[in-house]
């Protein structure tokens, strides 16, 4: 069974703060994704990566950096938290028949 | 995943068929959303029921929460509607529960 890893799981974080979350998948895929999940609303992509070291801009990347230092980790990371960026947050890998295979999500409050 | 069950895992079909996608929950569920991945990498939300059904063009989709199911049926298919299709439910608590898609294949 492909794992998808996400931490935490929840956190609350001050406006203007620095957030970064975390992704690790242990099936050997090249293909990582950062979504974000707003109540009502579809999931919506942030950055993807397709190879280690290199990271690319999703629908909405304003706002976000992400990283990616090795094919297992992919990281998303909020420099200055802001009130909009209250979602949960979902972290995917994806095989070569484009499955993809999501994490249990993080939920992020920013107060 | 184990609360969501989607069927079929693959469908091909030739243009201007239809056929219907299948979303079985194993726990009531408050809502349900579609989507389609395109090619890089974007879910396109087809549609976001919490209950009844909606339909969009060649699209419909119907939610049954007390059945404990959600249907995506296609009609008259087009060679632009290939693509791995979810299911997401979404239960209490912002936890939400993803199928393992199903890759159509439309045919000429």
């Known amino acids: 069974e492909a794992a998808v890893t996400q931490s935490p799981r929840s956190k609350v974080a001050v406006t203007g703060g620095k957030v970064t979350l975390s992704c690790h998948q242990t099936n050997n895929h090249d293909y990582m994704y950062w979504y974000r999940q707003d109540t009502g609303h579809g999931l919506r992509l942030i950055h993807y990566?397709?190879?280690?070291?290199?990271?690319e801009k999703g629908d909405i990347p304003d706002g976000y950096k992400a990283s990616r230092p090795s094919q297992e980790n992919f990281s998303l990371i909020l420099e200055l938290a802001s009130l909009s960026q209250t979602a949960v947050y979902f972290c995917?890998?994806?095989?070569?028949?484009?499955?993809?295979?999501f994490g249990h999500g993080t939920k992020l409050s920013v107060l | 995943g184990d609360q969501v069950e989607q069927s079929p895992s693959a469908l091909s079909l030739h243009e201007g068929t239809g056929s219907a996608l299948r979303c079985n929950f194993t726990?009531?569920?408050?809502?349900v959303q579609w989507f389609r991945k395109n090619s890089r990498g974007s879910l396109i939300n087809l549609f976001y029921l919490a209950s009844g059904t909606k339909e969009n063009g060649r699209l419909k989709s119907a939610f049954d929460s007390k059945e404990r199911y959600s249907t995506l049926h296609i009609r008259d298919a087009q060679l632009e509607d290939s693509g791995t299709y979810f299911c997401a439910a979404e239960a209490g608590n912002n936890r939400i529960f993803f199928g393992d898609g199903t890759q159509l294949v439309v045919k000429p």
């Open positions: 726990t009531t569920m408050r809502a």
């Open positions: 990566s397709y190879v280690a070291d290199s990271t």
């Open positions: 995917a890998s994806s095989d070569a028949n484009e499955r993809l295979f």
